[in-house]
């Protein structure tokens, strides 16, 4: 705890804050996020409703995300990343409210669409970290704000199992609705504008030292990477809550709990994952990448093999773990090798990408396991990362030539 508050501290009051809005707002929309198949499938009149609506409650936001980030990145970087946040936050809380409303299905769907439109919060809360702190450190930047988000995500699905077991799914909603428009009220009075040119003096001079300083690095193949691993890690969100009842026959509040565990091995292991990389080239950063997806093809594919829960939990933590080495780590990356007031358009332009490859994966895992049923969700998983070692491979292998070439001239 006590490092914790020191890397804070190291950030500055700003970053704190920041950090702070972002564990509670992402905790608050994780409230209800393993549980939506289960209150799908109540509202819905038959099975063939419930196939579409149990992809389209977790898809139709990240199709909103997707179709609306990039533009929310230029007006950030036009009108400032600040109030792109609150705005986010702000249709965070109305969008909520509304869904805890919401009788039907089709409804629900077409709310969680428009919170997708509206919302986009996580690329200017990055992009605004970038200003606050100067571009220093990228790496742990994006790490720690991971980490609040992750952090979240673990207190916000065990208490939305906690308050489902004794309330109604709308207290979910409702509860979150509220918290949302609490962080865009502080939000708004709190943050400060950051001044005019606090990202570093001279856009072109920033770019042409982040490319200097970052040779080897092919951003088109860094997002796809990412989202490589992202569709990976989404195959299971649909059929999670339904594969531990079925397999282990586990109450909500387990699968909550079991759910968060990945969010928390990912906040042990971003910030390990941050000092390795720090300062580091990308040759390493991307070499390490190789592994890490590797290692992730190795865990999940034991995971989907036991049938022991607690071996389970400990191997899920153990991917939340390597989990926090691929998407900061990556995402700083192409930070580094982006101009300074292009950061808000180029961090939309990777939510986008996120959010296309977390939509793929999901509708993946979906038609997967009701075609072959979910003992085939875990293995899959572990066939779409033996399919991002070969392109981290690749980017690696890339980067150590452009290494040796320079070193040559």
Not at 109 to 114: D, I, M, P, S
Not at 323 to 337: F, I, Y
Not at 363 to 385: N, R
Request: glycine share 12%.
């Amino acid at each position: 705890m006590t490092g914790t508050v020191a890397v804070l501290r190291g950030f500055g009051p700003v970053f704190a804050l920041l950090f702070g809005l972002q564990f509670i707002s992402m905790g608050a929309m994780e409230m209800s996020g393993p549980f939506w198949p289960i209150q799908v499938r109540a509202l819905s009149p038959s099975e063939s409703v419930f196939a579409l609506a149990g992809i389209g409650v977790y898809v139709c936001p990240m199709l909103g995300v997707s179709l609306t980030s990039a533009f929310w990145g230029r007006m950030g970087d036009r009108y400032g990343n600040r109030l792109m946040m609150v705005r986010a936050l702000a249709g965070l809380a109305v969008t909520q409210l509304l869904v805890a409303l919401a009788q039907d299905v089709w409804t629900i769907l077409a709310l969680r669409f428009l919170q997708g439109a509206c919302a986009g919060y996580i690329a200017p809360a990055q992009a605004y970290g970038v200003e606050v702190t100067a571009g220093r450190d990228r790496a742990g930047l994006f790490a720690w704000l991971q980490v609040a988000t992750n952090v979240g995500s673990l207190g916000g699905a065990f208490l939305g199992g906690l308050i489902l077991d004794a309330l109604p799914f709308a207290a979910v909603n409702l509860t979150a609705g509220v918290i949302c428009a609490l962080c865009a009220g502080v939000a708004w009075t709190r943050l400060p504008v950051p001044p005019q040119g606090a990202s570093g003096a001279g856009p072109r001079k920033a770019a042409a030292a982040s490319r200097a300083a970052s040779p080897g690095i092919s951003v088109p193949g860094i997002l796809l990477l990412m989202g490589l691993l992202l569709m990976s890690r989404m195959v299971l969100q649909v059929p999670f809550a339904l594969y531990m009842t079925e397999v282990y026959g586990a109450r909500h509040w387990i699968t909550g709990l079991s759910y968060g565990l990945l969010a928390f091995g990912f906040v042990v292991g971003a910030p390990v994952w941050a000092r390795l990389f720090s300062g580091r080239a990308p040759a390493f950063v991307l070499g390490w990448s190789v592994l890490i997806a590797a290692a992730c093809l190795l865990v999940t594919g034991l995971a989907g093999a036991t049938r022991d829960l607690g071996l389970f939990a400990a191997l899920y933590l153990a991917w939340g773990a390597l989990l926090g080495g691929t998407t900061p780590v990556l995402l700083s990356l192409v930070s580094a090798a982006t101009p300074s007031d292009r950061q808000g358009s180029m961090l939309g332009l990777a939510q986008t990408c996120q959010q296309g490859a977390s939509v793929a994966g999901i509708i993946t895992g979906v038609v997967a396991t009701q075609h072959f049923g979910l003992e085939v969700a875990f293995p899959l998983v572990s066939s779409l990362y033996g399919l991002s070692v070969p392109v981290a491979l690749a980017l690696w292998l890339n980067a150590r030539r452009s290494i040796n070439k320079g070193e040559q001239s």
